[in-house]
């Protein structure tokens, strides 16, 4: 299952850049991915190397219970925000339900790499 | 290069085969099975492999047939076992993952083999030992090990030592836990085999090997208020030669050289590597394909290597200003970069490894891509780890990548990458032109072809 590269709307934002590269000097590619990127998430934070984004990779796998079940008993019938495509927030409103955490369970199995089948 | 790359192969160029792959066929990958880690021992006898569900598995080289002398030895299994558990840390309501994130070899000291392997947060000491006898002939247990009632014994005999079919034990001989608040990406062993270090994302420690109570912290980058923090620590590791001097390399690009004879916290450096920035070319992408994934120094010592998200870097320890040397992994990605980041593709950790002699580096890439770049001559190729390549002795054909425009026959364009399939960890034998790459669930060893 290959990973998809957004294709979505990408043709047509093509084509409106193509129009405009027309009109102007040329912009570097990773520009022109930034304008994109702005395009699609007018939120997104200025600073992508700022103190949120780095916490947010501090923290990993962190699993409150108080506020699980309190945002369980806030939304009784809605479904749960999940994580939007806005990485610079820090979990805020994304309460990790126990799905969205990794297994816990220890591999009792022997890895595969140490098997027969599939060995050449 | 010995493929279609266009240029005649110099008597020196290597000429890839498939040898051997490692792990299950099918497609339905279990996390567990993600390979995490890659390492070769010392002398290239041993390969070691980590996963995602804290298993070690070794691979021993057979020893060369001498009538097989078109191939070097096979690597088959030697030992595999359980390194880390998950765990929970219920004072902060943490999950603490099993994944290995790196496995270290020790020199071989005796006829024991020793590594050292972390996840997150702890780091073990492993003794693998081989035992081919055992004792029989006990006057007071059977064979099976049941006592035999005493007055039954009339003889005495003396127990014997006999051969038995060779058992290859692994057992933790320390743990050196407690000493991470963040998460471990790196360990070190230093050039004195009797000290190492360990660090994560904010601290280095410094560990002697004996010794599983105490650690020195050597590098503190953690501000007063952590709403001021703006880079992370991402790898470190010790000189091959220098005992007192080490690395490390941060989220913006950096490399600091630190010399631990200068003080006890190496927090100011001696050197700080940095190429400077282009500021026309900045954009909101430019720190985050800076950071640094992996930091190697080569085998003289004189060298060092980095790999950020589309280059690898090599940086001469004379100079700080700028790399001697830069090569294109992917550049074709830079105009991609916006689905990379929505993908999270973007905060990929990709790894690079040197040859023995210094004169190749290799990484991986996407679509099972791995590159290899020939510093001497200044070629590179681009080859595929695929069961689809698997007659051994059957040189690999180079894969070409087409940015843009036409596609030529035979060349993949960039929205054609699987960018699922990932190669993250690469490792080269120290002495000899085989190499280990990991897929995502399976290791692949490929070999030059002999004569």
Request: glycine share 6%.
């Amino acid at each position: 299952m290959a990973a998809a590269l957004g294709t979505g709307g990408r043709g047509q934002e093509a084509g409106q850049e193509k129009q405009a590269m027309q009109h102007k000097d040329p912009i570097a590619p990773e520009r022109a991915e930034e304008l994109k990127l702005k395009a699609k998430y007018p939120n997104l934070a200025q600073k992508p190397g700022g103190s949120d984004f780095l916490m947010k990779r501090l923290q990993k796998g962190y699993f409150d219970s108080g506020d699980y079940n309190m945002a369980k008993a806030k939304m009784k019938n809605k479904q749960l925000p999940s994580a939007g495509p806005d990485k610079n927030l820090v979990t805020g409103d994304h309460i990790p339900t126990p799905q969205d955490l990794p297994q816990r369970k220890s591999s009792l199995v022997t890895s595969k790499l140490a098997g027969t089948h599939g060995q050449v | 290069w010995g493929g279609a790359a266009g240029d005649s192969g110099g008597g020196n160029d290597i000429q890839w085969c498939f040898s051997q792959v490692k792990g299950a066929v099918d497609d339905d990958v279990a996390e567990a099975d993600i390979i995490s880690t890659v390492e070769f021992n010392h002398s290239g006898e041993l390969l070691a492999t980590g996963d995602k569900g804290g298993r070690v598995v070794i691979f021993q080289q057979e020893q060369e047939n001498k009538t097989q002398s078109h191939s070097r030895g096979e690597y088959n299994v030697y030992s595999t076992f359980q390194s880390h558990e998950p765990e929970f840390d219920y004072l902060k309501s943490l999950e603490i993952e099993e994944k290995i994130n790196k496995i270290r070899w020790l020199p071989q000291k005796n006829a024991a083999q020793f590594l050292l392997s972390t996840n997150d947060k702890t780091i073990k000491l492993w003794k693998i030992s081989e035992r081919d006898k055992r004792p029989e002939g006990y006057n007071l247990k059977e064979e099976d090990g049941r006592y035999r009632d005493p007055t039954t014994v009339t003889t005495l005999r003396v127990p014997v030592f006999r051969p038995m079919d060779l058992m290859v034990e692994a057992s933790p001989r320390r743990i050196f836990a407690n000493a991470h608040t963040y998460h471990i990406n790196s360990i070190s062993i230093n050039s004195d085999y009797e000290t190492y270090l360990s660090a994560d994302d904010l601290r280095i420690n410094l560990w002697h090997l004996e010794i599983t109570d105490r650690s020195f912290n050597i590098v503190d980058i953690k501000p007063a208020n952590m709403e001021e923090l703006t880079e992370v620590i991402t790898a470190a590791e010790f000189h091959p030669n220098s005992c007192n001097t080490f690395v490390y390399s941060s989220s913006k690009g950096t490399i600091r050289l630190c010399d631990m004879r200068a003080s006890a916290l190496c927090d100011r450096h001696s050197k700080l590597f940095e190429e400077p920035e282009d500021p026309s070319n900045r954009s909101f992408f430019s720190e985050i394909i800076s950071s640094i994934s992996d930091v190697k120094f080569s085998h003289s010592g004189r060298y060092m290597m980095t790999r950020d998200y589309l280059s690898v870097k090599i940086w001469d320890l004379n100079m700080e200003n700028r790399p001697v040397e830069t090569y294109q992994v992917h550049e074709y990605l830079r105009s991609k970069l916006c689905s990379l980041y929505e993908n999270d593709c973007i905060f990929d950790k990709f790894e690079c490894c040197w040859n023995g002699s210094d004169s190749i580096v290799m990484t991986g890439s996407y679509n099972n891509f791995f590159r290899m770049f020939d510093r001497n001559t200044k070629r590179d190729i681009t080859l595929e780890a695929s069961r689809e390549n698997n007659k051994p002795r059957t040189v690999l054909k180079p894969r070409k990548v087409c940015a843009s425009g036409k596609r030529k026959k035979d060349e993949i364009s960039v929205d054609s990458l699987d960018f699922n399939k990932k190669i993250l960890h690469t490792a080269w034998h120290p002495k000899e032109n085989i190499i280990a790459v990991a897929t995502t669930n399976n290791l692949y060893i490929f070999q030059d072809k002999m004569n």
